[in-house]
């Protein structure tokens, strides 16, 4: 496998301008291997949601939006194993597909407390089961930064954090989305 190097990225940039923004395929292979350290950290903190995927083993689960993707295979132990693209063939049980193609679409969903619109393909108890972790398992941020910082500090710091998340809600609250109507943006 031939390796790319960091700085050929950055030069392709300068050279290509805009046209040439999306990451080199080792820089997307680790964001993912990060991703998914992410989501098995906060799924260890909640043991009914790896016993629900432990039902569910041998899995493979695809996420996609526009060209990005990021495909997991469920563990024996419950949680996610990053799999590259094509390493399985094409055996996906689940394919789960944002069909928004603006950043905001799928943001603003989440900003509200929602979720972002999705076209769901497979298997329909592992989808309930993907579902009902999307519902219920949350990452107790503030449990892992008082380990590191402190309790006061950490409190502060999430504090601080809720305030910055209501202040992009108001805000995106109150700016007009395209293609809404008058009426629709003074209510």
């Known amino acids: 496998m031939a390796t790319q190097s960091p700085f050929s990225f950055a030069q392709n940039v ?13 820089a997307i292979d680790e964001l993912q291997r990060r991703v998914v350290l992410l989501l098995n ?3 260890m903190q909640e043991p009914q949601a790896m016993a629900r995927l432990v039902q569910q083993k041998g899995r493979v689960l695809k996420v996609q939006w526009l060209q990005w993707h990021l495909q997991l295979r469920i563990s024996p132990a419950g949680l996610f194993e990053h799999v590259p693209l094509g390493a399985d063939g094409d055996a996906v049980d689940l394919q789960l597909t944002l069909t928004a193609t603006n950043p905001w679409q799928v943001l603003q969903p ?5 979720k972002p619109d999705v076209q769901v393909q ?10 009902w972790l999307i519902d219920h ?3 107790d941020i503030e449990a892992d930064l008082a380990r590191i ?11 601080g954090m809720q305030s910055m998340v209501r202040a992009l809600r108001q805000f995106a609250g109150s700016v007009r989305r ?5 009426a629709e943006s003074a209510a």
Request: net charge negative.
């Open 14 to 26: 300068f050279a290509n301008g805009p046209t040439a923004l999306t990451p080199p395929e080792w």
């Open 41 to 43: 950290h906060v799924l």
């Open 149 to 159: 910082l402190g309790d006061v500090a950490a409190h502060m710091l999430v504090d």
């Open 122 to 131: 497979g298997d329909v108890q592992l989808a309930a089961d993907i579902n």
């Open 178 to 182: 395209p293609g809404a109507s008058t």
């Open 110 to 114: 989440l900003l509200d407390g929602g």
């Open 137 to 139: 398992v949350r990452w």
